[in-house]
C-alpha cells in the first residue's frame, strides 16, 4: 500500500481520506482504518462508511466526527476503554 496520505474533513460531517488500505473495525461511533502512513482512529456519531476502495485508497465517510487520532507506529494497536 504505496498511496499518498491525504485527508480533508468538511464541516465536521465530510471525511475524504486517500491511502486507505483497509477497515480494520467500524461501526455508528468508531471507525479504524489502516492507511498508507499507519492507523487512523475516527469517533464521532452516526458515522457511515459511503465509500471505501483499497485498489485506489480511496475513503469517504459521513456523520458527526469528533476525533481523529493517528498512530505514531504503523504496527501500534489502539486500545478504548468500554
Same mark, same amino acid.
Given at each position: 500500500? +504505496?498511496? *499518498?496520505? !491525504?485527508? $480533508?474533513l468538511t464541516d465536521r460531517t465530510t471525511l475524504r481520506m486517500?491511502? =486507505?488500505? !483497509?477497515?480494520?473495525?467500524?461501526? !455508528?461511533?468508531? =471507525?479504524?482504518? #489502516?492507511?498508507? !502512513? #499507519?492507523?487512523?482512529?475516527?469517533? #464521532?456519531?452516526?458515522? *457511515?462508511?459511503?465509500?471505501? &476502495? &483499497?485498489?485506489?485508497?480511496?475513503?469517504?465517510? $459521513?456523520?458527526?466526527? +469528533?476525533?481523529?487520532?493517528? &498512530?505514531k507506529d504503523k504496527k501500534a494497536r489502539f486500545l478504548k476503554? #468500554?
Amino acid at each position: 500500500m +504505496d498511496h *499518498k496520505q !491525504e485527508i $480533508t474533513l468538511t464541516d465536521r460531517t465530510t471525511l475524504r481520506m486517500s491511502g =486507505v488500505g !483497509e477497515v480494520l473495525s467500524f461501526d !455508528e461511533k468508531y =471507525v479504524l482504518v #489502516g492507511s498508507s !502512513e #499507519g492507523k487512523i482512529e475516527i469517533e #464521532g456519531e452516526d458515522l *457511515k462508511i459511503l465509500h471505501m &476502495a &483499497a485498489q485506489d485508497g480511496n475513503f469517504l465517510l $459521513t456523520g458527526r466526527v +469528533d476525533g481523529i487520532f493517528f &498512530a505514531k507506529d504503523k504496527k501500534a494497536r489502539f486500545l478504548k476503554k #468500554g
